[in-house]
């Protein structure tokens, strides 16, 4: 089972993830936060497999969370789930230690196929991330 927890600030995200992602059959949600303070805090509470990072939330936002996350154990893996494909956020989101970034455009099947890699231990990136990852090793 992979032990998830979903950081976004908007309610009806971690609703919809959460009817999501339970009809998976292998991921369970063992908590819920809605800035990058609470994800934290609730990731060292839990210890999921994985967090679900939106990268702009108030206070603390998604980048600053992974560093902190990064930064205490690195045994927690990030994934960010995020609406922004702005190339800024972006690299701040893999400097700061995630291992995979999905767009919120996403198939749901994408999405579970992401967060199951990431599980594993690989890195995933959504097709547009993926792209501009490429483009800047080649520059």
Same mark, same amino acid.
């Not at 999501?20 to 303070?37: F, M, N, T, Y």
């Not at 939106?54 to 936002?61: F, T």
């Not at 999905?102 to 199951?116: D, F, G, N, Q, Y």
């Given at each position: !089972?992979?032990?998830?927890?979903?950081?976004? +600030? &908007?309610?009806? !995200?971690?609703?919809? $993830?959460?009817? *999501?992602?339970?009809?998976?059959? +292998?991921?369970?949600? =063992?908590?819920?936060?809605? +800035?990058?303070?609470?994800?934290? #805090?609730?990731?060292?509470?839990?210890?999921?497999?994985?967090?679900?990072?939106?990268?702009? !939330?108030? @206070?603390?936002?998604?980048?600053?969370?992974?560093?902190? $996350?990064?930064? *205490? +154990? @690195?045994?927690?893996?990030?994934?960010? =789930? /995020? @609406?922004?494909?702005?190339?800024?956020?972006?690299? &701040?989101?893999?400097? /700061?230690?995630?291992?995979?970034?999905? !767009?919120? /455009?996403?198939?749901?099947?994408? $999405?579970?196929?992401?967060?199951? /890699? =990431?599980? @594993?231990?690989?890195?995933?990136?959504?097709?547009?991330?993926?792209?501009?990852?490429?483009? #800047? $090793?080649?520059?």
């Amino acid at each position: !089972m992979i032990r998830i927890v979903i950081a976004d +600030d &908007q309610q009806l !995200m971690r609703d919809g $993830l959460k009817a *999501l992602l339970v009809r998976s059959g +292998d991921i369970q949600i =063992v908590g819920e936060a809605k +800035d990058g303070l609470e994800a934290v #805090e609730m990731a060292l509470r839990t210890q999921p497999d994985v967090v679900l990072m939106d990268a702009a !939330m108030p @206070g603390v936002n998604g980048v600053k969370a992974t560093e902190q $996350l990064s930064a *205490l +154990d @690195g045994q927690v893996k990030v994934l960010f =789930v /995020s @609406g922004h494909s702005d190339h800024l956020i972006l690299r &701040q989101a893999l400097k /700061s230690g995630a291992q995979g970034y999905v !767009m919120k /455009s996403a198939k749901p099947e994408e $999405l579970v196929l992401a967060i199951r /890699s =990431v599980a @594993g231990g690989k890195m995933y990136f959504s097709p547009e991330v993926f792209s501009y990852i490429s483009e #800047e $090793l080649v520059k």
